[in-house]
């Protein structure tokens, strides 16, 4: 997992919280080129998985129905509990769940 550049004192990425440590829709950088937000999130959500996360800064498992209506998308590089606060990768390179069969530099879609 990247190491924070950001001036944002207290982040850790490799653990989520039931109380919010920072203001949601923060945002910082890795030294890998990534980028992380901070959420709230809506469903227990896996490490790996892809997320929804709306204009509340409010995160949710991927869905169809949500890659129609959501702007942004994230993965979960650790699993975050429901009604959790926690960081999400929304830029760079990650890990994040697909189908086993998926082959390499193919678009992955939602189903």
Not at 6 to 35: E, H, I, M, P
Not at 65 to 79: F, K
Request: charged content about 5%; hydrophobic content about 45%.
């Amino acid at each position: 997992m990247a190491v924070i550049t950001s001036s944002v004192l207290g982040v850790d990425l490799n653990n989520y919280s039931s109380t919010a440590l920072f203001a949601k829709g923060t945002t910082v950088n890795g030294t890998d080129g990534s980028l992380f937000e901070y959420v709230n999130t809506l469903s227990a959500i896996a490490a790996y998985n892809a997320v929804a996360i709306n204009g509340a800064n409010d995160a949710s498992n991927l869905t169809t129905t949500l890659a129609t209506t959501e702007n942004r998308v994230g993965v979960a590089q650790i699993s975050i509990a429901v009604s959790s606060y926690g960081w999400v990768q929304t830029m760079g390179k990650m890990l994040v769940n697909g189908a086993s069969a998926a082959a390499a530099n193919v678009l992955l879609f939602t189903t």
